[in-house]
């Protein structure tokens, strides 16, 4: 069963669990933050106007991975492996990152000309704007160089006062009754912002990129590595965002607006796997190297925490949903009451699909991310075409669950080897059966000593 007290057991963990802790604590106040600017947005702008904003932050959302290359923990797995190429790795990955945001642009740009986001209207140029303004975030790379340190402390400080900033900017709008327009602009200021804070702290701590430092042949080797990552991060984006994508194109903005908000609230606790897995990771990879029946236990423990938290967040949810919306967002966003209450429970293969990703990671098993990506996206796209015509945003809700139950979970079993990892969840989903029958697990190094003196 889980247990914190094997979570702090050695100096490693307690260290992750304070980076964890620092992560986890900017976390809620952003989140609360966010969500309450979020409030006053969708009340002041309406379902519609709300739902064409979200529109376009979903199109964005749909190339970040080509912006990102997939090299988010592999920049952190190199940096805690290779410490003294720190300033290659760095300068490397963001030079790649920036050129790959540029063709994001070019392909957005080309993808409007040829008139695929009709439900915009005239403010197609929304997406023009902040996919420009993403290529920025190739400095999120120093974000994955205070992770590899486990140093998360003075990442989120600046972090925190760059949505304090954007929220206060966002209010003054909705105070000043800002059209729709403005607050694209407002998104765009808060990518640049957060970006540029970024690139402060890292050379407030005295280090550098440089182009001198760019090793061109090494960038080409990160993206043999990521290249399943990257495929896998555009068909994780798109069986998490290609649902509001679906419903403005089918049914309608408004539609949108309130799918959105039953998302806004279920996804808003996503920030907590990816914290907690993000802090454990080069204790993770540590321990890979060092026991092998350490890092399995571990593995276990942990995304037996992971379940506990989703379903913790999601049945009060459940049952409050209706009351919750209604009281933060108004009657005109009634309906997604029971969006919200089906949409929450799509968390627990969320939270556990964070562990997976690193697994996957330390393993060499990146193939099987685009894989089980894949085929969430596959399926989400499939059910999204078969239910949202009926039922509009609970069809969406619907298929969200089945595809991240496919993409996170199910599609694990077939292969063996990705079957350890999908055991593992089997076991952290019918945890209540381990009361009675859990062992504790023995280093390997100990039990092949007593073997040998045997």
Not at 118 to 129: F, M, N, Q, R, S
Not at 294 to 303: D, G, P
Request: proline residues 2%; glycine residues 6%.
């Amino acid at each position: 069963m889980f247990s914190l007290a094997k979570l702090t057991n050695n100096p490693a963990s307690f260290g992750a669990i304070k980076n964890a802790a620092w992560l986890i604590g900017e976390k809620i106040l952003s989140m609360l933050l966010v969500l309450v600017v979020s409030i006053l947005i969708s009340r002041h702008l309406g379902p519609e106007r709300f739902g064409q904003l979200n529109y376009i932050i979903a199109i964005v959302s749909l190339v970040a991975p080509l912006s990102s290359l997939g090299l988010n923990a592999i920049i952190t797995r190199e940096v805690v492996n290779a410490p003294e190429k720190q300033d290659e790795i760095m300068s490397t990955a963001l030079v790649l990152r920036l050129l790959t945001g540029c063709f994001s642009v070019l392909l957005l740009y080309i993808a409007s000309m040829l008139g695929f986001f009709t439900e915009l209207g005239a403010l197609d140029w929304g997406i023009i704007a902040l996919s420009a303004v993403n290529i920025f975030t190739a400095l999120h790379v120093i974000d994955f160089w205070f992770q590899a340190k486990v140093q998360s402390k003075s990442i989120v400080k600046v972090r925190f006062l760059a949505i304090l900033c954007s929220s206060i900017v966002k209010s003054l709008l909705v105070w000043f009754d800002a059209d729709t327009a403005a607050f694209v602009w407002a998104t765009a200021f808060e990518f640049l912002l957060i970006s540029f804070l970024y690139l402060l702290i890292y050379y407030y701590r005295q280090q550098r990129f440089s182009l001198m430092k760019v090793n061109w042949q090494y960038g080409m080797n990160l993206i043999g590595q990521s290249k399943w990552l990257v495929l896998s991060g555009i068909s994780a984006v798109i069986y998490v965002k290609i649902d509001q994508v679906m419903l403005a194109e089918m049914v309608s903005s408004s539609e949108v607006g309130i799918y959105a908000v039953a998302g806004r609230l279920s996804e808003v606790w996503y920030f907590f796997p990816t914290a907690v897995v993000a802090s454990f990771f080069p204790s993770l990879l540590k321990k890979k190297a060092q026991d092998e029946a350490v890092y399995k236990a571990q593995l276990q423990r942990l995304n037996d925490a992971l379940v506990l938290g989703a379903v913790a967040v999601a049945l009060p949810v459940t049952f409050l949903a209706d009351w919750l919306i209604v009281l933060l967002y108004g009657v005109e966003y009634q309906a997604a009451g029971v969006i919200l209450s089906l949409h929450i429970w799509a968390g627990i293969f969320a939270f556990m699909r964070a562990l997976l990703n690193k697994w996957l990671l330390a393993e060499h098993l990146l193939l099987f991310s685009l894989v089980t990506q894949g085929i969430g996206a596959v399926v989400n796209v499939l059910l999204n075409y078969l239910l949202i015509p009926e039922l509009h945003g609970v069809g969406a809700a619907i298929a969200t669950i089945i595809s991240s139950a496919f993409a996170c979970y199910i599609a694990l079993f077939f292969h063996h080897s990705t079957r350890p990892m999908a055991i593992i969840m089997t076991k952290s989903l019918f945890m209540f059966t381990r009361v009675f029958t859990w062992k504790p697990v023995r280093s390997s190094k100990r039990t092949s000593d007593k073997e040998g003196i045997g």
